[in-house]
């Protein structure tokens, strides 16, 4: 075994020629329309999605806040 082949075999996979990786939308998975939301690096197909995330991430925050004051009795 040579060096070269140690080298390949850690490089990671790239797509074949010709191919499109498809971005998604981070919420619901979905292929983007005319208009794509961005919040926080992360891109949304619609408002819906948008909302439904920054929600989730408000639970989030409450969650460990109450964690943090459970913790601190």
């Known amino acids: 075994m040579n060096g070269t082949d140690v080298i390949q075999r850690q490089?990671?996979?790239?797509?074949?020629?010709?191919?499109?990786?498809?971005k998604r939308c981070y919420q619901c998975k979905?292929?983007?329309g005319l208009i794509r939301h961005r919040f926080g690096l992360k891109q949304?197909?619609?408002?819906r999605c948008l909302?439904?995330?920054?929600?989730?991430?408000?639970?989030?925050k409450t969650r460990?806040?109450?964690?943090?004051y459970f913790l601190s009795r």
Not at 11 to 22: E, F, M, Q
Not at 64 to 68: G, V
């Open 11 to 22: 490089a990671p996979a790239l797509p074949a020629h010709g191919t499109v990786v498809a």
């Open 30 to 32: 979905g292929h983007f």
């Open 44 to 47: 949304f197909c619609s408002t």
């Open 51 to 60: 909302t439904a995330h920054k929600a989730e991430i408000e639970r989030t």
């Open 64 to 68: 460990l806040k109450e964690w943090a």
